[in-house]
T-cell receptor, first 113, second 111 residues
Framework: KAGVTQTPRYLIKTRGQQVTLSCSPI?????VSWYQQTPGQGLQFLFE???????NKGNFPGRFSGRQFSNSRSEMNVSTLELGDSALYLC????????????FGPGTRLTVL | AQRVTQPEKLLSVFKGAPVELKCNYS??????LFWYVQYSRQRLQLLLR??SRESIKGFTADLNKGETSFHLKKPFAQEEDSAMYYC?????????????FGQGTTLQVKP
């Protein structure tokens, strides 16, 4: 099985712009979660989508949003970028059912100038 | 509030020495805990989970609800164990994808 893929791998934007990141889960996985990883804050949960619905949400401002498509692919969008949004954004997919493992993608490195 | 604490940012040991990576959690519900590992230039991957009670690559971790801890142990460290280790707590029901991570501990195993 192919692993979780994320595109693009690297992105450079300027303050005020918006950005869309994409995540393709492992085939058959219906849950996709997004995390922000920074040196100062570590790994922080953004949100989780399951069957095209947001199932869980972290403590991030409304500038961070996401969606999931019928094929389970997910996108996250950050509007009005700030310097502090520079981070590695990871997505993870898992099957439905209890106790299942999350499989992580390689991440998208976003730099905001 | 739910929290996962890994008190050590860096743990440096010699090859063959025992290793213990500490993890403490704060959670009012029934905890489900994991250890994830990230080797250099590789993606984050699951090492082990407490419900499995298994040993992976010689590592074990026992959930101690009284001390709210889930420390990762290995009796004899190998150089290939050098990596970043994250303790994580699953929030909510057991099929949810919401994980709270600790800050991570870098394990450095010296030859």
């Amino acid at each position: 099985k192919a692993g979780v893929t994320q595109t693009p791998r690297y992105l450079i934007k300027t303050r005020g712009q918006q950005v869309t990141l994409s995540c393709s889960p492992i085939s058959g996985h219906r849950s996709v979660s997004w995390y922000q990883q920074t040196p100062g804050q570590g790994l922080q949960f953004l949100f989780e989508y399951f069957s095209e619905t947001q199932r869980n949400k972290g403590n991030f401002p409304g500038r961070f949003s996401g969606r999931q498509f019928s094929n389970s692919r997910s996108e996250m969008n950050v509007s009005t970028l700030e310097l502090g949004d520079s981070a590695l954004y990871l997505c993870a997919s898992q099957t439905s059912g209890s106790g299942n493992e999350q499989f992580f993608g390689p991440g998208t490195r976003l730099t905001v100038l | 509030a739910q929290r996962v604490t890994q008190p050590e940012k860096l743990l440096s040991v010699f090859k063959g020495a025992p290793v213990e990576l500490k993890c403490n959690y704060s959670y009012s519900g029934s905890p489900e805990l994991f250890w994830y590992v990230q080797y250099s230039r590789q993606r984050l991957q699951l090492l082990l989970r407490h419900i499995s009670r298994e040993s992976i690559k010689g590592f074990t971790a026992d959930l101690n609800k009284g001390e709210t801890s889930f420390h990762l142990k290995k009796p004899f460290a190998q150089e290939e164990d050098s990596a970043m280790y994250y303790c994580a707590l699953r929030l909510g029901s057991s099929n949810t994808g919401k994980l709270i991570f600790g800050q991570g501990t870098t394990l450095q195993v010296k030859p």
